[in-house]
């Protein structure tokens, strides 16, 4: 496409001939193939611009900054927002493909991940196709992607949604995390369904306060305003949620879907709730017909994923008899109470749960399956919201009979301080049900050593990952494998 063509709905400067054919777009200058365009992103660490001749010297025949970039030797496409620019000119790049399908996004601070893998898992029995972007991967047409942030910048996803229609992928179901958001990660794209599951304290370090995180995680809704698309747009929201209610509120001009397990005005409603040792079971009420239900998903919080999977479904408009008794067989996340058995007689239960919010879920899952002893592992990220730690300490020390304290990520922190301020919350509350150990695979160790028959060992935090970062350095460390290579 030229040049001329790509810039043409975005204010800029251009320093040389917008008549020049691009084949290709990047922000990272090692993935440059000849007549690209580099944009260069302004990080945490370091600038783009940096990397502009390096760009240059691989084929890059034209460089989108914030700034002119003396002595270049392209074309300099000069705005005032790279990340804006990036969006519109990849949207136009690969043809506006989120105008072509119905795209998902799921908000909120748990459950995101459960739901696009049920979700999947639903469309997948309906025999209907459904790309999925996420946490643990990026999956489309039997390709998996790794997933290095939750949600990957807008060329990436222009980039997939094209490739997905390619294969006459026409439903898309995103994880949209709030620094997505903010950072203008999903800028311009068109969403038809956006789901809300809930809002607790997380990524303080970087919102600041509750108010900025909930402004910031409703920005996906009220983009749905602005979509262009002709079709209706749905809203699909948590109203037992304090600020799912909050939204619910709001004068958007949408098609509203509430569920809830305590309102009974709720269009979508679980009630006489039964949870299990392996299943949880419940009357769904709804505007769209009534059924009794047992799904495969263990805990309270799995009730509400399954009621917003039920409300993604019918907003994207499956018949009720369809949905409903496969809402049954959707299969869980991997790493999201994921139980392993011993021949000792005990279970261990791996999970993803790393907010205090998360961890009381879970625990309070595991108080209502037959158990002697909850023995619970866990630590907190570095370079991390710190004011969960303590939090987390109180949860698990309340919830437990014993407690091991260890690492997690400790990224650039200093381990044995992130470990402090946990341990902080214990004391806070006279707890003393507890041990630490900073080595997280010393940690497993002795909890699995201390469990006897019918104890519960939940090892929480890490889930699916399979590495730990001890400074800037990712080292493998799956804690499924540990506790397989232990029991």
Same mark, same amino acid.
């Given at each position: 496409?030229?040049?001329?063509?790509?810039?043409?709905?975005?204010?800029?400067?251009?320093? +040389?001939?917008?008549?020049? @054919?691009?084949?290709?777009?990047?922000?990272?200058?090692?993935?440059?193939?000849?007549?690209?365009?580099?944009?260069?992103?302004?990080?945490?660490?370091?600038?783009?611009?940096?990397?502009?001749?390096?760009?240059?010297?691989?084929?890059?025949?034209?460089?989108? &900054?914030?700034?002119?970039?003396?002595?270049?030797?392209?074309?300099?496409?000069?705005?005032?927002?790279?990340?804006?620019?990036? /969006?519109?000119?990849?949207?136009?790049?690969?043809?506006?493909?989120?105008?072509?399908?119905?795209?998902?996004?799921?908000? +909120?601070?748990?459950?995101?991940?459960?739901?696009?893998?049920?979700?999947?898992?639903?469309?997948? &029995?309906?025999?209907?196709?459904?790309?999925?972007?996420?946490?643990?991967? *990026?999956?489309? /047409?039997?390709?998996?992607?790794? =997933?290095? $942030?939750?949600?990957?910048? &807008?060329?990436?996803?222009?980039?997939?949604?094209?490739?997905?229609?390619? *294969?006459?992928?026409?439903?898309?179901?995103? !994880?949209?995390?709030?620094?997505?958001?903010?950072? +203008?990660?999903?800028?311009?794209?068109?969403?038809?369904?956006?789901?809300?599951?809930?809002?607790?304290? @997380?990524?303080?370090?970087? *919102? %600041?306060?509750?108010?900025?995180?909930?402004? /910031?995680?409703?920005?996906?809704?009220? &983009?749905?305003?602005?979509?262009?698309?002709?079709?209706?747009?749905?809203?699909?929201?948590?109203?037992?949620?304090?600020?799912? %209610?909050?939204?619910?509120?709001?004068?958007?001009?949408?098609?509203?879907?509430?569920?809830?397990?305590?309102?009974?005005?709720?269009?979508?409603? =679980?009630?006489?709730?039964?949870?299990?040792?392996?299943?949880?079971?419940?009357?769904?009420?709804?505007?769209? +017909?009534?059924?009794?239900?047992?799904?495969?998903?263990?805990?309270?919080?799995?009730?509400?994923?399954?009621? =917003?999977?039920?409300?993604?479904?019918?907003?994207?408009?499956?018949?009720?008899?369809?949905?409903?008794?496969?809402?049954? $067989?959707?299969?869980? /996340?991997?790493?999201?109470? !994921?139980?392993?058995?011993?021949?000792?007689?005990?279970?261990?239960?791996?999970?993803?749960? *790393?907010?205090? @919010?998360?961890?009381?879920?879970?625990?309070?899952?595991?108080?209502?399956?037959?158990?002697?002893?909850?023995?619970?592992?866990?630590?907190?990220?570095?370079?991390?919201?710190?004011?969960?730690?303590?939090?987390?300490?109180?949860?698990?020390?309340?919830?437990?009979?014993?407690?091991?304290?260890?690492?997690?990520?400790?990224?650039? !922190?200093?381990?044995?301080?992130?470990?402090?301020?946990?341990?902080?919350?214990?004391?806070?509350?006279?707890?003393?049900?507890?041990?630490?150990?900073?080595?997280?695979?010393?940690?497993?160790?002795? =909890?699995?050593?201390?469990?006897?028959?019918?104890?519960?060992?939940?090892?929480?935090?890490?889930?699916?990952?399979?590495?730990?970062?001890?400074?800037?350095?990712?080292?493998?460390?799956?804690?499924?494998?540990?506790?397989?290579?232990?029991?």
């Amino acid at each position: 496409m030229f040049l001329k063509d790509l810039i043409s709905e975005i204010e800029n400067q251009i320093i +040389g001939n917008s008549e020049i @054919d691009i084949l290709g777009l990047s922000y990272d200058s090692r993935k440059i193939s000849d007549s690209y365009m580099f944009f260069a992103l302004k990080g945490v660490h370091t600038n783009g611009i940096k990397f502009a001749e390096e760009a240059v010297l691989k084929g890059a025949l034209c460089v989108v &900054s914030e700034e002119k970039i003396d002595g270049l030797s392209c074309v300099n496409i000069i705005v005032s927002d790279v990340i804006d620019a990036m /969006a519109k000119i990849s949207a136009k790049f690969y043809d506006y493909p989120d105008k072509k399908m119905t795209v998902i996004g799921v908000t +909120g601070t748990n459950g995101k991940t459960s739901i696009t893998y049920m979700t999947e898992s639903l469309f997948k &029995s309906l025999g209907v196709e459904i790309g999925v972007i996420g946490t643990i991967n *990026h999956r489309y /047409a039997d390709k998996k992607i790794d =997933a290095s $942030n939750t949600t990957p910048h &807008s060329l990436d996803l222009y980039k997939m949604m094209s490739e997905m229609l390619a *294969h006459n992928i026409k439903y898309l179901i995103m !994880e949209v995390s709030s620094h997505s958001l903010v950072l +203008g990660r999903v800028k311009g794209i068109e969403f038809d369904i956006a789901v809300w599951t809930n809002l607790t304290p @997380d990524h303080l370090d970087f *919102h %600041k306060n509750m108010d900025t995180y909930f402004e /910031a995680k409703s920005l996906l809704f009220s &983009s749905l305003q602005n979509n262009t698309k002709q079709n209706r747009k749905y809203e699909i929201i948590n109203i037992d949620d304090v600020y799912g %209610k909050k939204l619910f509120e709001k004068n958007l001009k949408v098609q509203k879907i509430s569920y809830s397990v305590k309102d009974k005005t709720a269009q979508i409603n =679980a009630s006489d709730i039964q949870l299990n040792n392996d299943s949880s079971s419940f009357q769904l009420t709804s505007v769209f +017909g009534d059924k009794n239900i047992t799904i495969q998903h263990i805990g309270l919080h799995n009730v509400y994923n399954i009621l =917003a999977v039920f409300a993604i479904c019918m907003a994207s408009g499956f018949k009720f008899h369809d949905i409903i008794n496969r809402l049954e $067989n959707t299969l869980p /996340a991997p790493g999201r109470f !994921e139980k392993i058995i011993s021949k000792n007689g005990f279970t261990v239960i791996v999970d993803y749960a *790393h907010t205090n @919010d998360a961890l009381q879920n879970v625990l309070s899952a595991i108080k209502n399956l037959n158990h002697n002893k909850i023995i619970t592992i866990f630590g907190c990220g570095g370079n991390r919201d710190k004011t969960k730690r303590p939090l987390m300490a109180q949860t698990a020390c309340s919830l437990s009979d014993f407690v091991f304290i260890t690492s997690d990520n400790p990224r650039e !922190e200093d381990p044995v301080l992130i470990v402090e301020e946990v341990e902080s919350g214990a004391k806070k509350i006279n707890k003393t049900n507890y041990k630490v150990i900073i080595d997280r695979r010393e940690a497993i160790r002795e =909890a699995i050593k201390s469990a006897g028959k019918n104890d519960i060992v939940l090892l929480a935090g890490k889930g699916h990952e399979t590495y730990q970062i001890i400074g800037t350095t990712k080292f493998h460390f799956d804690d499924k494998e540990e506790v397989l290579k232990l029991i």
